[in-house]
């Protein structure tokens, strides 16, 4: 099996259903409220291990009621907790509002995320017995920089999320093989709009990029070859958070299978589809059965 490493954020994602977002200064009654775990790193870890990897959180959650609930729902996925620190304090929240278009807006306070600056005694060895690292940015820069150099000492292939989008170091660039961004986090960090421009001028930074464009499916661009158009399977979308995590778990077992990327993308395409179809984050993540039940090549 693919072993995968995550290091990244986990969250306590609270959730509120509305028909419609309030805009500025609005109050708007909602339908529903749930707390669901999630989190960038967490969503990812678990995304992989339903897909069929074997998978390591590294990360830290509080000494809270969220915490215990964020550990228990990754190792009740397959998730290996044995790096997921405890620290006094709160674990990381993001406050999400979703709309019957299946839409949302999300606010993350990062708690117990913002201690993670740094590798644990520990840490290293486990990304360097990985086939994959998969970072976000989620938590501090330095613990990402410092994962992402680790995984290159190694030959661990490494997967970015640029999310939330922000300006990335030339030196966590360089040590990254694949970028995953969505449409709106590559022209963030192009300043351009059309996503075939965009990530031409991110292959100047790194060798890889896919980047996801929700029900348009997504497009692949590398330095040696033409581009590469996947489409995404026609579904009807109920709430679309956690979707691009789900996305990037499922790509990551499909390349630690050694599948080729066409069939990668379609694969990862399929699980993102049936994530839209239910509510929450990590709760709607398919397992690898009911990915492969509609997967079509």
Known sequence: MTHIAVLGSTNMDLVTYVEKAPHRGETVTGREFRTIPGGKGANQAIAAARAGATVSMIGAVGNDGFGTRLRSTLEHSGVTTDHLRTIEGPSGTAHIVVDDEGGNAIVVIPGANGTVDHLAPGDEGLIASADALLLQLEIPLAAI??????????GVRTLLTPAPAQPLPPELLDATDLLVPN????????GRSD???????LLDRVPRV?????AAGSVYLTRDA????VPAPHVTAVDSTGAGDTYVGALAVA????RPIR???????????LSVQREGASASMPYRSEIEARYTS
Request: proline content about 4%.
């Open 210 to 214: 896919v980047i996801t464009l929700g």
């Open 183 to 190: 449409e709106h986090e590559a022209a963030t960090l192009t």
């Open 226 to 229: 033409e581009p590469l158009a």
């Open 195 to 201: 996503p075939f421009a965009a990530g031409a001028a």
């Open 263 to 273: 069939e990668a993308m379609t694969w990862a395409a399929t699980a993102a589809a």
């Open 255 to 258: 390349l630690g299978e050694e």
């Open 145 to 154: 920089l410092a994962g992402a150099r680790t995984a290159r000492a190694h």
